[in-house]
Structures are given as structure tokens and as C-alpha cells.
Nanobody, 126 residues
Framework: QVQLVESGGGLVQTGGSLRLSCAASGRTFRPYLMGWFRQAPGKEREFVAAITWSGGRTYYADSVAGRFTISRDNARNTVHLQTNSLTPDDTAVYYC???????????????????WGQGTQVSVSS
């Protein structure tokens, strides 16, 4: 069984930065894809960024491209999301997710992912 644990959330002012981390544990953790999603109150869960575990190919939502950077540390089974130039619109619970294999629904769809963390709150004040 794979477990994902996020950390690094918090409260920052507009323009600030946070580095989110997702630590994965499991007997044989070898996902195809790792992703970050977020969900604000009253809104649907939305894609933020993803990275392939093997080749390191990255994907970003238009709303965060150029401000957020996803990276992975294969040796430590950890994925990071560096968030810069934060605005109140970035306020949400951020979830880490892992996909075991390539899915036909694409990397930006929650249904493509098999495992989810419990989430970490990011709050940005104006």
C-alpha cells in the first residue's frame, strides 16, 4: 500500500513563496506520474502540476505556469512543489497524488491517479 504525506503548507502574504513536499512510502513505490492538485472551498479539485517519475517530464496548469515548479527526488521518494508569487487565488488545500500507470484520461484529470495524500493547506493573504 502506498502512502503519500504532504507538508510545507502555511499562511503567506501575497507575493510570498512556499515549498510543498510529498513523501511517499510503500514496499515498491514506482509510479508512472506524480501530481499536485488543489481544491478551494466550494470549488472542484483542479490540476496544478505533474511530473513523470522516470523521465521527469513536467506539466503545469496555465494558472501556475511560470510561478510554480514541480520536481522529484527519486532516491527519497519525494516530490516538491515550489510555489512563488502567490496570490489569494492560490489559497486552497493542496493534494499530492500518484498514478501507477499511464492513463487514457490524461495527466490533468484526478481519475488518472490511484493514490492521494491528505492535503496541506495553503493560505495567501492580501
Amino acid at each position: 500500500q502506498v502512502q503519500l504525506v504532504e507538508s510545507g503548507g502555511g499562511l503567506v502574504q501575497t507575493g510570498g513563496s512556499l515549498r510543498l513536499s510529498c513523501a511517499a512510502s510503500g514496499r515498491t513505490f514506482r509510479p508512472y506520474l506524480m501530481g499536485w492538485f488543489r481544491q478551494a472551498p466550494g470549488k472542484e479539485r483542479e490540476f496544478v502540476a505533474a511530473i513523470t517519475w522516470s523521465g521527469g517530464r513536467t506539466y503545469y496548469a496555465d494558472s501556475v505556469a511560470g510561478r510554480f515548479t514541480i520536481s522529484r527526488d527519486n532516491a527519497r521518494n519525494t516530490v516538491h512543489l515550489q510555489t512563488n508569487s502567490l496570490t489569494p487565488d492560490d489559497t486552497a488545500v493542496y493534494y499530492c497524488a500518484a498514478a501507477r500507470a499511464l492513463s487514457t484520461v490524461g495527466e490533468t484529470t484526478p481519475r488518472a491517479y490511484d493514490y492521494w495524500g491528505q492535503g496541506t493547506q495553503v493560505s495567501v493573504s492580501s
